[in-house]
């Protein structure tokens, strides 16, 4: 669901700070963890969601991730952002 929002262009930050960031902003309406990603990293952004309330999408993988989000390099996690 948040994965094809973000392929067609829907507002994403990418990276943990940057997705933490807008959890504590209350701006992302989803997340995204790349199951391969190491549970040290995405287990804070998982937890920031529960907080927050803000659904968890799951991609098999880092590369996965990071090329929905047009970056050339592996993606931990991802948010897409409200619409204003």
Same mark, same amino acid.
Request: glycine share 10%.
């Given at each position: 669901?948040?994965? /094809? ?5 829907? #507002?994403?930050?990418?990276? $943990?700070?940057?997705?933490?960031? *807008?959890? $504590?902003? /209350?701006? *992302? @309406?989803?997340?995204? $963890?790349?199951?391969? *990603? ?5 287990? #804070?952004? @998982? ?7 803000? #659904? $968890?999408?799951?991609? #098999? ?6 090329? *929905? ?12 952002? /409200?619409? @204003?």
């Amino acid at each position: 669901m948040f994965l /094809e929002e973000v392929k067609n262009g829907a #507002p994403t930050v990418v990276g $943990v700070k940057q997705t933490q960031k *807008a959890l $504590v902003k /209350e701006t *992302a @309406r989803g997340v995204i $963890v790349a199951m391969d *990603a190491s549970d040290h990293i995405t287990g #804070p952004v @998982r937890a920031l969601c529960g907080i927050h309330q803000v #659904p $968890v999408e799951t991609v #098999p993988t880092m590369q996965e991730l990071g090329k *929905a989000c047009g970056i050339h390099v592996g993606a931990a996690v991802a948010a897409v952002l /409200e619409t @204003r």
